[in-house]
Nanobody
Framework: QVQLVESGGGVVQAGGSLRLSCAAS????????MAWFRQGPGKERAFVAA????????YYAESVKGRFTISRDNAKNTVYLQMNSLKPEDTAVYYC?????????????????WGQGTQVTVSS
């Protein structure tokens, strides 16, 4: 079992920045990859970015490439999502997810563990 707790959400103006954190506890040594997903109003949950726990390999959705950066601190068992140049369309609940098996899929059902989510609101 892995427990995930997100933090760092809030309200920011367009063009601003936020950094989300996801603290993992439990069987973190079994984690292969972690990811961020988001669910905007009236939308399905969508992939944002992922990172492998050991090598730090990263992968991004096209919509956030160049603006968002995913990183991890293995000593703190924490994954971050630095979000710059935020747009109103980035408004969503952001979820952290983890999986034990190899691969960094972009489909939510491929991740076994989820956090409760943190709200990000970007005003125009």
């Amino acid at each position: 079992q892995v427990q995930l707790v997100e933090s760092g959400g809030g309200v920011v103006q367009a063009g601003g920045s936020l950094r989300l954190s996801c603290a993992a506890s439990g069987r973190t040594f079994s984690t292969y990859a972690m990811a961020w997903f988001r669910q905007g109003p009236g939308k399905e949950r969508a992939f944002v970015a992922a990172i492998t726990w050991s090598s730090g390999f990263t992968y991004y959705a096209e919509s956030v490439k160049g603006r968002f950066t995913i990183s991890r601190d293995n000593a703190k068992n924490t994954v971050y999502l630095q979000m710059n140049s935020l747009k109103p369309e980035d408004t969503a609940v952001y979820y952290c997810a983890a999986r034990f098996t190899r691969g960094i899929p972009t489909i939510q059902r491929e991740y076994e563990y989820w956090g409760q989510g943190t709200q990000v609101t970007v005003s125009s």
